[in-house]
């Protein structure tokens, strides 16, 4: 399958339905022609995922940044793929960028998909809990929400009068092994729901419209993991 429009220049173009069923969705954001991909599959599917790019109109070329989510394998398989063949910048959070950068197999979950990772520089660390990147004219607001792992971050983009909100891996899981923190999480989720956003794209339930399912999504998820988990 190609790549699926989800709003203006805004397009999913990885996941179980696109590509393979080991990677988590990615998606790519353009601008005036600049282009930045949200997560990046497990890796097998590399040259799919950049089909599926240029099946959207795009040349891969075009990749300023690919933001990393947070470390996990079936988020950043395909980064080393990518900045051998492109050279975008590669952008984490930096409580999240060792595990990238060592290809820790516990960290990263490699070992719990059976995969191998290839190390790769995050060229650029964001710290603190919020920092802004440019794509073309247009503003994506990077925010640290610790939780799923200490590095996870969502991406959020105003554009046509929505607000798009990429919150990957919004619902967990949660593990020791992760570095999982499940009430930095339900603070997380709480900055989150104060965004309003009118569209989640989210990394494994796919795309959620209206101000008010996103709200009622991410409450959900919060009731599942109450104060007693």
């Known amino acids: 399958m190609i790549a699926e429009k989800i709003g203006p220049g805004i397009f999913t173009v990885a996941g179980p339905d696109l590509t393979d069923d080991r990677d988590a969705l990615a998606y790519l954001v353009e601008d005036s022609g600049d282009l930045t991909l949200i997560d990046a599959g497990a890796g097998p599917s590399y040259p ?25 394998i079936d988020h950043i398989g395909s980064l080393a793929d990518f900045v051998r063949d492109y050279s975008p910048t590669i ?12 290809a820790d197999s516990t960290v990263t979950a490699a070992r719990w998909y059976n995969l191998d990772l290839e190390p790769v520089e995050v060229a650029l660390k964001l710290q603190g809990s919020l920092n802004r990147l440019m794509l073309g004219r247009s503003e994506l607001v990077c925010l640290h929400t610790p939780g799923h792992t200490p590095g996870s971050m969502v991406v959020y983009l105003d554009r046509g009068g929505r607000r798009y909100l990429f919150g990957q891996d919004i619902h967990g899981p949660f593990h020791p092994s992760f570095g999982s923190d499940l009430q930095a999480w339900r603070r997380s989720m709480q900055t989150l729901i104060e965004l309003k956003a009118d569209v989640l794209a989210e990394g494994h339930y796919g795309v959620v419209y209206g101000a008010d399912k996103v709200v009622g999504f991410i409450k959900t998820f919060l009731e599942t993991h109450s104060i007693k988990d």
């Open 48 to 72: 799919q995922l950049v089909a599926n790019i240029r099946e959207a109109g795009f040349d891969p070329a075009r990749l300023g940044f690919i933001i990393a989510t947070h470390c996990h």
């Open 91 to 102: 952008v984490a959070h930096l409580e999240d960028a060792r595990a990238i950068e060592e």
